[in-house]
């Protein structure tokens, strides 16, 4: 009786392992995950971001900006009376910001920056500081001559485009007063000319941002806020035009007026 109980009991304690074990086996079944929403946005949006940047969106987008600044140009010929002539050019004036800021600007980033970069096309070649500045006014509307401008001292491309009371100077001014000076020159899109290097300041809600065609790591065009960028931080000279703040610069670039490069 004895025995009959033990081979029962070591029945028992086997049917409660190979239990166990298929109850293991089920659950380690391998299942692949399915994508998560959040992998599927990043997917999503990596592509949009590349298919709206390609070279073809560059030219439709730069056309679109064209037309529209020929309807703002039309419509500031037929304004009648300052006001109305005022009215038409704080509307050109958003526009031309704007075409730089959100429809130009985005192209560019990630350009490979180099001393001798002349390319015209954003995400193809390489480009340097001026060629940047130039290039983008240029397919903005501005009619300048981009190569002559681009090699131009930094001052010089900046009172090319705009006159002394857009233009201030910076001696041995640290960073952060710097960057509270701009802000008191009020919103707007302005050049920046270093010791050896020239970009844009765009002055957004209070917010004060870099961007240009950057000789040190990543090496290539970025967007940064002006405070923390070491190119600005370190040079000791800094003039600044604030271009969009010139109603002479904004009617030039409706009516596609020729601007002669100030040479050194």
């Not at 401008?149 to 001014?173: D, V």
Request: net charge positive.
């Amino acid at each position: 009786m004895a025995k009959i109980k033990e081979k029962l009991s070591t029945v028992k304690i086997k049917l409660i392992i190979l239990i166990l074990f298929l109850l293991f086996s089920v659950s380690c079944i391998a299942v692949p995950p399915a994508p998560t929403i959040k992998n599927q946005q990043i997917s999503t949006l990596e592509n949009a971001s590349f298919d709206n940047h390609s070279p073809e969106n560059y030219q439709s987008k730069l056309k679109t900006i064209a037309i529209e600044r020929l309807k703002l140009a039309d419509e500031y010929r037929k304004a009648t009376g300052e006001i109305a002539k005022k009215n038409v050019l704080e509307k050109a004036r958003i526009k031309f910001i704007a075409s730089i800021d959100k429809d130009i600007f985005p192209f560019w980033y990630g350009t490979d920056w180099d001393f001798y970069g002349t390319t015209e096309k954003p995400g193809e070649g390489k480009i340097a500081c001026g060629y940047f500045v130039t290039t983008v006014l240029r397919d903005a509307g501005i009619s300048l001559n981009r190569v002559s401008l681009a090699q131009q001292a930094s001052e010089n491309i900046i009172k090319s485009l705009t006159t002394a009371p857009f233009i201030q100077r910076y001696h041995n001014a640290g960073i952060e007063n710097f960057v509270e000076e701009v802000k008191k020159e009020g919103s707007g899109l302005y050049i920046v000319g270093l010791d050896f290097h020239v970009g844009f300041i765009l002055q957004d809600n209070g917010k004060v941002y870099f961007i240009h065609s950057s000789y040190i790591e990543p090496s290539e065009v970025i967007r940064e806020e002006a405070v923390k960028s070491a190119v600005l931080a370190n040079s000791k000279y800094r003039v600044i035009g604030k271009i969009s703040g010139d109603d002479q610069l904004i009617i030039k670039w409706l009516n596609q007026t020729s601007i002669p490069t100030l040479k050194r």
